[in-house]
């Protein structure tokens, strides 16, 4: 079945530093989302990419969608603790269920103050 | 006003019981769900229901049984609670798949159960 890989599973970072976690598709996505799941929370939307290559900014955050629509990213910029959380893409196959969004196992992401 | 609200928030219970959990969206939407979480923060679908339609059962074991009485509301029953059970339990909602941004998904904050 689709499988929607995410890396890394942990990144600790300085208040400050820039934060990168990828996401790689098995087959061609038709779309993809980023979640983000604060610690005893729940996952929030961020954004969905649909074009290839795609690029979208919100703030220090930059989302990409690959080319072939395989693979994403989500780079934060000068990390705050405000940043800390997991974050999760979630990608739905083209042709597939369009109920069914598969979610990557996410990058826990901590911030050192 | 909570957009996507589920009952109750912890549960804990003892193995064998039969408990159930609640979800209601006032988001108008036509698509429902049920995602689990395990420890290792694992997101997996278990069930979707569009219109009170079932169309997602994810290899769930039969002692989960999903009911919607309506669009609006899609409640999750567990009978013989194992073990294996014990995990944070999500409602979502989306508005129309497929469409645009139509298939973001909102989560409720989740319910907590601790099978003992």
């Known amino acids: 079945g689709q499988q929607v890989m995410q890396i890394p599973q942990y990144q600790h970072v300085q208040e400050g530093e820039d934060f990168t976690t990828y996401c790689n598709s098995s087959?061609?996505?038709?779309?993809i989302q980023w979640y983000k799941q604060r610690p005893g929370g729940h996952p929030v939307f961020l954004i969905q990419l649909v074009k290839s290559g795609e690029v979208k900014k919100q703030k220090r955050l930059t989302f990409q969608f690959g080319e072939a629509k395989k693979n994403s990213s989500l780079h934060i910029t000068a990390t705050q603790t405000t940043d800390v959380g997991t974050y999760f893409c979630a990608g739905k196959v083209g042709g597939g269920s369009n109920y069914k969004l598969t979610f990557g196992k996410g990058t826990l992401l901590t911030v050192n103050p | 006003d909570t957009a996507v609200s589920q009952t109750p928030k912890y549960l804990v219970t003892q193995m064998g019981n039969d408990k159930s959990i609640k979800c209601e969206q006032n988001l108008g939407h036509d698509t429902m769900y049920w995602y689990k979480q395990d420890s290792k923060k694992f997101l997996k679908i278990m069930f979707s229901y569009n219109n009170k339609e079932l169309i997602i059962n994810e290899t769930v074991p039969n002692r989960f049984s999903p009911k919607s009485p309506d669009k609006a509301h899609l409640n999750l029953h567990i009978n013989s609670l194992e073990l294996g059970d014990s995990a944070v339990y999500f409602c979502a909602s989306s508005q129309n798949p497929g469409q645009g941004t139509g298939n973001t998904i909102y989560f409720g904050e989740g319910s907590w159960l601790t099978v003992v």
């Open positions: 087959t061609t996505l038709s779309n």
